[in-house]
């Protein structure tokens, strides 16, 4: 059984720019949510990708989006990088209603 | 509104001792669940244990255990017979039934000490 998987490990922006993250769901999971992971902070939840389409979204602006591909993977995009975006992105899967997710090693995304 | 508080910032321990790390949360909500995650140095989210809020029985597993005390909404982790490996950041969680996302706190982090 496969875990979850992210890439980039890390990542460096300037501002403004954009970048995206991916995430690998463990096998037989068809539910990826992304959590926001600041320097010395709890992670705090981003949005969640059920069936290819958003599933639940935190307080995080429209220039946080995201995708799902028929696979299950999916990708976190950041448009117009801003100081405070610098932080771990977490990654976890599930299986639609249950409730226990499994997190993948995260991307550490610093913008300068 | 859902919150976690994690009181403790840092805590440490002798190896082979108990610890015992708190939490409270806050919640209108009557069915839920909570967890404790372990997030060592390589950044990977583990999950530790957890409990659903309608079993009055805390859960234990292995050396971790939990007090769950619903009414004054407190969910505290024991670590008996603490490890080395044990050292890490300690993330208390707490997922509505109905609910697709944790709401964490923002961690203990635990050094056991040889």
């Known amino acids: 059984e496969t875990g979850v998987t992210q890439s980039p490990t890390h990542l460096i922006k300037t501002r403004g720019q954009q970048v995206t993250l991916r995430c690998s769901s463990q096998s037989g999971h068809n539910t990826v949510s992304w959590y926001q992971q600041a320097l010395g902070q709890g992670p705090q939840f981003i949005f969640q990708y059920y069936r290819e389409e958003e599933n639940g979204r935190g307080n995080f602006p429209p220039r946080f989006s995201g995708l799902q591909f028929p696979n299950y993977s999916s990708e976190l995009n950041v448009n117009a990088l801003e100081l405070d975006d610098s932080a771990l992105y977490l990654c976890a899967s599930s299986s639609q209603g249950i409730y226990e997710q499994y997190f993948g090693p995260g991307t550490r995304l610093t913008v300068t | 509104a859902q919150t976690v508080t994690q009181s403790q910032p840092e805590m440490s321990v002798q190896e082979a001792e108990t610890v015992t790390l708190s939490c409270t949360y806050d919640t209108s909500e009557n069915n839920y669940y909570l967890f404790w995650y372990k997030q060592p140095p390589s950044r990977q989210m583990i999950l530790v244990i957890r409990?659903?809020?309608?079993?009055?029985q805390n859960a234990t597993e292995n050396r971790f255990s939990v007090n769950f005390q619903k009414a004054a909404k407190s969910f505290s982790l024991k670590i008996s017979d603490s490890q080395l490996g044990d050292t890490a950041m300690y993330f208390c969680a707490f997922m509505t039934y109905t609910g697709n996302q944790f709401y964490f706190g923002t961690g203990t982090s635990l050094t056991v000490i040889p």
């Open positions: 409990q659903e809020a309608y079993k009055q």
